[in-house]
């Protein structure tokens, strides 16, 4: 079973085989559903051996994996950019970015959640975005914004489970609107362990 999204690369050429493995994953998932989906078929589309598909992704599962991935990072570019120092902000934009961008492909943002589930990630995976949400409460911490009695493992656990569940639903129910039940419910999280601004004049 797949225990963390594949290794970066740095080799343009592997990027580049990895990159057309991927896209043809997402197409064939979206075509024809991930369960029906098979590693042979997916290095068939790219043009790749089936070894070359399985030197990328050993599992098929790990494809998943890396689209949590790479939307966590687009997310966690785009605050950076930002240059906000609000935590709340901070850690309301990072989480609208993966539940826009989750919005934004509903067919294959299915699947991937579908092949996610197959390959037992909620179970067996701590969850990628941990990493990515805990600086953001550290440095709140730091700054008086996070409540120094918070444990900030727990709060970015809480605030990760809060977008799976959110998620999981909205793949049962996708018309509902995933940004916005992810915002509130992150909202309420960081309401729980943030320190109310100082009301005295500077």
Same mark, same amino acid.
């Given at each position: 079973?797949?225990?963390?999204?594949?290794?970066?690369?740095?080799?343009?050429?592997?990027?580049?085989?990895?990159?057309?493995?991927?896209?043809?994953?997402?197409?064939?998932?979206?075509?024809?559903?991930?369960?029906?989906?098979?590693?042979?078929?997916?290095?068939?589309?790219?043009?790749?051996?089936?070894?070359?598909?399985? /030197?990328?992704? #050993? /599992?098929?599962?790990?494809?998943?994996?890396?689209?949590?991935?790479?939307?966590? !990072?687009?997310?966690?570019?785009?605050?950076?950019?930002?240059?906000?120092?609000?935590?709340?902000?901070?850690?309301?934009?990072?989480?609208?970015?993966?539940?826009?961008?989750?919005?934004?492909?509903?067919?294959?943002?299915?699947?991937?959640?579908?092949?996610?589930?197959?390959?037992?990630?909620?179970?067996?995976?701590?969850?990628?975005?941990?990493?990515?949400?805990?600086?953001?409460?550290?440095?709140?911490?730091?700054?008086?914004?996070?409540?120094?009695?918070?444990?900030?493992?727990?709060?970015?656990?809480?605030?990760?489970?809060?977008?799976?569940?959110?998620?999981?639903?909205?793949?049962?129910?996708? !018309?509902?609107?995933?940004?916005?039940?992810?915002?509130?419910?992150?909202?309420?999280?960081?309401?729980?362990?943030?320190? #109310?601004?100082?009301?005295?004049?500077?």
């Amino acid at each position: 079973m797949p225990t963390a999204p594949p290794s970066p690369l740095s080799n343009p050429r592997a990027l580049r085989t990895r990159k057309s493995l991927f896209d043809a994953a997402a197409k064939l998932f979206v075509a024809q559903g991930y369960q029906d989906t098979t590693m042979a078929e997916i290095a068939a589309e790219a043009g790749a051996s089936r070894r070359t598909a399985f /030197n990328h992704f #050993p /599992n098929k599962g790990d494809i998943p994996m890396l689209w949590v991935r790479q939307i966590a !990072d687009q997310a966690v570019e785009e605050v950076t950019n930002a240059r906000t120092d609000d935590v709340s902000k901070r850690i309301r934009a990072y989480f609208r970015v993966i539940s826009e961008a989750v919005e934004s492909e509903p067919e294959l943002s299915r699947q991937m959640m579908l092949g996610w589930t197959a390959a037992l990630g909620p179970a067996r995976y701590e969850s990628q975005l941990l990493a990515d949400v805990t600086p953001f409460l550290k440095d709140g911490q730091e700054h008086g914004r996070i409540d120094q009695a918070v444990d900030v493992a727990v709060a970015a656990r809480a605030l990760s489970d809060v977008l799976q569940g959110a998620v999981f639903r909205w793949v049962r129910e996708p !018309d509902t609107v995933l940004h916005e039940r992810v915002d509130s419910a992150i909202a309420l999280v960081l309401r729980a362990v943030t320190t #109310p601004p100082d009301p005295r004049p500077a």
